[in-house]
């Protein structure tokens, strides 16, 4: 069970093109077309504050020819901030998705 379970995360991470699933599989959330690309994050309140944070998006481009997907990095400018006394809860969001497909999206600090 345990080398089925390695070979599903290591399968993945060849779909994906990243090794991002690598230490944690991620926490699908499933949407339409159409739905708000909307990621509601906890982050350390001096990370955030310092501007040590950038969010990498690998999405499918929205060129129905294209087939590779379009890696962006984002500087994190929260719409939505609920603070706790170390920690700040910060809603991103990137727009409407535009195509079927898997969004993925990593924090770096």
């Not at 994906?16 to 690598?22: H, S």
């Not at 077309?33 to 909307?38: L, N, P």
């Not at 060129?63 to 991103?92: F, M, Q």
Request: negative net charge; charged residues 25%; proline residues 3%.
């Amino acid at each position: 069970m345990e080398v089925r379970d390695e070979a599903i995360v290591l399968l993945n991470m060849l779909y994906d093109g990243n090794n991002w699933q690598e230490k944690n599989a991620f926490n699908p959330k499933i949407k339409t077309i159409g739905e708000m690309f909307r990621l509601d994050i906890y982050l350390r309140k001096k990370d955030y504050e310092q501007g040590r944070v950038i969010c990498i998006v690998n999405t499918p481009s929205n060129h129905l020819n294209l087939k590779e997907n379009i890696i962006s990095w984002n500087s994190v400018k929260a719409t939505h901030i609920d603070e706790y006394p170390n920690l700040i809860l910060v809603t991103l969001e990137f727009g409407n998705f535009f195509r079927c497909g898997f969004f993925d999206w990593n924090l770096v600090l």
